[in-house]
């Protein structure tokens, strides 16, 4: 009970304007205030952490409390995004779908090298891209959608080429073709399956 007291009284004189000093022989505090019993010492340590621990509630207590308050930023549920714009996980809003009339999302990028259709197909099938399973090949339609959007979206090969310039949709036609298109002016036609084009899955 004494050195809770003599901590208090000391504190009280050191808010009060007494001036304190270390003395360096018995490592002890000295309060010069007009208070007389406060002339003796007490243990250094206790005295620094109860200061600092005030300090400390002081200066930092404000700031946690309201970064408490505030919390980490949050996209709300109900913000629309804009095309082109990169999801949380990774994927980037396509538009809609004219066959769903829901949003789809394409790969970051186009995938690497060119593939026959069935193997095209089976690509985006195995893809598990940032935890999601459901990647395919867009539709004749949406194909049409990322072509219209393809400056926004971003990755596309628009050089033309017979490979690497078209790209698949999983609309098939008859006599085992395949809706196709090229990218570097928007033409869709259809190609046999065993052709190579690019691919770009969406989901």
């Given amino acids: 009970m004494k050195k809770t007291f003599i901590i208090k009284r000391r504190y009280d004189a050191f808010a009060a304007g007494g001036n304190l000093d270390k003395d360096r022989s018995n490592k002890t505090f000295r309060s010069h205030s007009a208070d007389p019993t406060l002339s003796e010492g007490y243990p250094m340590n206790m ?35 804009k095309i082109g714009d990169k999801m949380p996980d990774g994927a980037i809003y ?39 399973p459901d990647w395919r090949l867009p539709t004749k339609d949406e194909l049409n959608v990322l072509y219209n959007n393809s400056a926004a979206i971003g990755g596309f090969d628009t050089s033309g080429l017979e490979t690497f310039g078209w790209y698949w949709s999983s609309s098939e036609g008859e006599a085992g073709l395949v809706w196709g298109q090229r990218f570097s002016d928007g033409y869709q036609y259809y190609n046999l399956k065993t052709y190579a084009s690019s691919v770009r899955c969406v989901r």
């Avoid at 002081?58 to 549920?77: D, H, I, L, R």
């Avoid at 769903?100 to 999302?105: D, E, H, L, R, S």
């Fill in 47 to 81: 005295y620094y952490l109860l200061v600092a621990t005030l300090v400390l509630a002081a200066s930092f207590g404000p700031a946690v409390a309201a970064e408490v308050a505030a919390g980490p930023a949050v996209v709300q549920g109900s913000t629309t995004p």
């Fill in 94 to 132: 396509a538009g809609i779908s004219p066959d769903t009339g829901k949003a789809i999302y394409a790969t970051p990028v186009t995938a690497i090298g060119h593939y026959d259709w069935n193997k095209g197909a089976e690509y985006c099938a195995a893809l598990k891209t940032n935890g999601h």
